[in-house]
């Protein structure tokens, strides 16, 4: 039996998918449950060494048979769940199963729910329901810490999404419209660069280390205008924010609609803190891992090649160019049209030839396959 075999489940999602590449690469086995042995990313997980995928479905009536495979003999497991089925079903199915077996430190990406704290604020449903899973694990005794991440910097696109669309404007600019008040500071995570780290040093710190706790996944802490200036600085573009209602340009599920309505309301109106009031980052996360991919770094390297395998040719157009302006509170720039120090110009995703080499872009394009589902939506908010 392995020293350190670990069991995830929605591993093709991009926090569980980060924890199996590295703890692949220090040699530790993985079993990852998957929806299917299909896609990107689950073939990029079955080709590393130590990991052995699990197919099947959490939503069927296999579930607890499934679990019963997927944590036999495990000694550590990262579970998160998503609100594809009956998420808290699921959640404790999964906590019940991990108890039979024995695992001695579960993880469990976990976030808040708004309406304990006492302020009259509604809970984001897709957030409760990961809140009363975390109190259903506290409940079984189980060795466990549990994670609550920040917005992905992966969220962001140009595509018609809700929330973290970058629309393009026809001067090569980008606006975000958000309902998130200009200066109230939000947590912000590369959740494909850094959970992984983060997670395994978790692991190796152990659960009597931690003793239950709550640990932020969020390695920077901007405002909406601060975070606007770092992406202009990092994808060479002016960036502008516009503080206004959530924009749906397309069909969402109604339980998605609805978790962006009390949002708005929650985090916008009501201008609740993204984790509560008592949650403290970004020092705790930077404290695990040091190596974080900041948001500017995120815009410079991967925005421009995500956008690319996703079809869009912006970064071709020439514009990658711009002048720096005022400095904001957190001493970073705002921009408008030449060159800054710092920034360098966007080439975009595919296959390059250097001195005769073969030069590949590292990034996983669309790396939750069901993400582009009508149903599913992806991303911490």
Partial sequence: MPTKLIATINSTGRQTASFIRVASAVGWHVRAQVRANEGIVAEELASLPNVELIEGDLTGPGLKPLLSRLFAGARI??????????????????????KKAGVAHY?????????????????LPLW?????????????????????????NNNFTSLPYPLFQ??????GSFVWQAPFHPNDPLPWLDAEHDIGPALLQIFKMGPSHWKGQRVTMAF?????????ARFSRGVGRPVRYVHGEIDIKVSLPSGYREQLAILQETLGDERAPYFGPELEYPREARGIWEGYRGLEE???????????????????????GFEGGDADADGVESVG???VPGSRPITPGGVSQTNGLQITSAYT???HPEGMGSDFFVGSV
Wanted: charged fraction near 25%; charge should be negative.
């Fill in 298 to 320: 995120y815009a410079r390297e991967v925005f421009p090649d995500e956008e690319y395998a996703n079809g869009l040719r912006w970064m071709e157009d020439g514009r990658s």
């Fill in 107 to 123: 993880v469990y990406s976990s976030m808040p729910d708004h309406s304990v704290f006492g302020r009259e604020w509604r809970a």
């Fill in 128 to 152: 409760s329901s990961k809140f009363a899973i975390e109190n259903y694990v506290r409940q079984l005794g189980i060795p466990a810490t549990f994670i609550y991440t920040g917005i992905y």
């Fill in 77 to 98: 497991a990262f579970i998160n769940t998503t609100h594809w089925g009956d998420e808290v079903a699921i959640g404790k199915a999964c906590a019940d199963a991990a």
């Fill in 337 to 339: 049209m030449a060159s």
């Fill in 166 to 171: 970058m629309e393009l404007q026809d001067d």
């Fill in 365 to 367: 394009p669309k790396s």
């Fill in 220 to 228: 920077e802490r901007l405002t909406p205008l601060q975070a606007c």
